[in-house]
T-cell receptor, first 113, second 112 residues
Framework: GENVEQHPSTLSVQEGDSAVIKCTYS??????FPWYKQELGKRPQLIID?????GEKKDQRIAVTLNKTAKHFSLHITETQPEDSAVYFC????????????FGKGTMLLVSP | DAGVTQSPTHLIKTRGQQVTLRCSPI?????VSWYQQVLGQGPQFIFQ???????GRGNFPDRFSARQFPNYSSELNVNALLLGDSALYLC???????????FGPGTRLTVL
């Protein structure tokens, strides 16, 4: 089955800095890669996703890049703000059929004012 | 626009008991998946249902079972509870298989 590794487990940055979280996956058939943000005691919220027919996707301060050859994808947050502090999870799966998502173990992002 | 809802919010049980967790998907969504999230870990897939049929099962013992009703709501049942079953149980819905999943707020289960 699919295995997703996520690094780092914690990331501390100053407000205004950029943050990068990286994930690798094992199943070359995976073609759907969402990122979820989970604040303490809250549900995971989808913040951005990418499908394997594109290499990069941006949404305001958030971007995701995908390298299918190397089987890794990354989340980039620019101009970080204290409200970006949360746990971020990457996931991988198939964009069809019976596939579900395999999640990484999460990255706790702390943005200091 | 109502999101995915789950009940109850919190639950405390003792070892050996049985528990039933409930999930109502976003209106129009036909697929429901259940995940277990242990503290400090990412969600782990338990079951997926689409059009009332099981369409996937994760690596969980037979003590875990689920079903989906004609209105697409779902129940997750766990029998013979163990201390290790303590976790946040998340339900996610989507319109169809392969579509984006949206999570509910979860049910926090504590087994004493």
């Amino acid at each position: 089955g699919e295995n997703v590794e996520q690094h780092p487990s914690t990331l501390s940055v100053q407000e205004g800095d950029s943050a990068v979280i990286k994930c690798t996956y094992s199943d070359s058939a995976s073609n759907y890669f969402p990122w979820y943000k989970q604040e303490l005691g809250k549900r995971p919220q989808l913040i951005i996703d990418i499908r394997s027919n594109v290499g990069e996707k941006k949404d305001q301060r958030i971007a995701v890049t995908l390298n299918k050859t190397a089987k890794h994808f990354s989340l980039h947050i620019t101009e970080t703000q204290p409200e970006d502090s949360a746990v971020y999870f990457c996931a991988a799966g198939l964009n069809s059929g019976y596939s579900t998502l395999t999640f990484g173990k999460g990255t706790m992002l702390l943005v200091s004012p | 626009d109502a999101g995915v809802t789950q009940s109850p919010t919190h639950l405390i049980k003792t070892r050996g008991q049985q528990v039933t967790l409930r999930c109502s998907p976003i209106s129009g969504h036909k697929s429901v998946s259940w995940y277990q999230q242990v503290l400090g870990q990412g969600p782990q897939f338990i079951f997926q249902y689409y059009e009332k049929e099981e369409r996937g099962r994760g690596n969980f013992p037979d003590r875990f079972s689920a079903r989906q009703f004609p209105n697409y709501s779902s129940e997750l049942n766990v029998n013979a509870l163990l201390l290790g079953d303590s976790a946040l149980y998340l339900c996610a819905s989507r319109w169809t298989l392969g579509d984006t999943q949206y999570f509910g707020p979860g049910t926090r289960l504590t087994v004493l």
